[in-house]
């Protein structure tokens, strides 16, 4: 996938079971532009559920594995379909070169400014600020002032109740689990409920 067709909003599919994330899925498809699916890499059977997944929902909307942490996991992800990948730590020199090798998005964690400044330089697509709610909102307009516009994305501590502080602060990025969606019983809700969440997002 291309970086500008990477949406602002992350669903971070954590524990999901395969029927969950596919009836979360069924209704994102509509609103591919402004949301992408994160199947985290240390959730039961989540290769399986990236490559069912992706089969299903191919040009529907962009799915790609989180918790990416080692070079094998890199590997497996993208093997398994993965548009992007996503992890709490800093990507290696060997795994940055494996992904962006297979035209793959690279989105590493980073918490300093050498360490945001670092994974940039060597070929990050998007830096992930984790935990975004030890540093905050500021932190993000703060840490662009001397280092220049940055694509950074906000995870950690996002909710619907703070998330637009992160963008009001230049954050251009943020990624949100089962928070994203309030109270919701995500196994019972209708397709109606789900998209009612989700249009909330996009009228701030």
């Known amino acids: ?9 992350t ?7 395969l029927e969950r994330a596919d009836r979360i899925i069924h209704v ?3 609103y591919k532009e402004h949301f992408v699916v994160e199947v985290t890499m240390n ?10 997944l992706s089969h299903k929902y191919q040009g529907q909307i962009h799915i790609g594995a989180g918790t990416v942490k080692t070079l094998e996991d890199a590997k497996n992800a993208i093997d398994a379909g993965a548009e992007f990948l996503l992890s ?18 690279a989105i590493p964690a980073a918490m300093t400014p050498s360490e945001i400044e670092t994974q940039f330089n060597m070929g990050a697509d998007i830096v992930k600020v984790f935990p975004a709610r030890t540093v905050g909102p500021k932190f993000f307009k703060d840490v662009q002032a001397p280092l220049g516009k940055l694509r950074l994305m906000a ?7 703070n998330y637009q502080e992160f963008f009001d602060n230049d954050c251009q990025y943020v990624g949100m689990g089962t928070g ?8 019972t809700a209708s397709d109606e409920e789900i998209r009612a969440v989700l249009n909330t997002y996009l009228t701030k």
């Open 1 to 9: 996938m291309k970086l500008e067709d990477y949406g602002k909003f």
């Open 11 to 17: 669903v971070i599919m954590r524990g999901y079971t």
């Open 28 to 30: 994102l498809r509509d």
């Open 43 to 52: 959730s039961t059977g989540a290769l399986d559920m990236i490559r069912t």
């Open 88 to 105: 709490p730590i800093g990507f290696t020199k060997e795994m940055m070169e494996y992904t962006k090798a297979h035209g793959i998005l």
């Open 155 to 161: 995870v950690g501590g996002v909710g619907v109740n």
């Open 180 to 187: 994203m969606f309030g109270n919701l019983n995500l196994d």
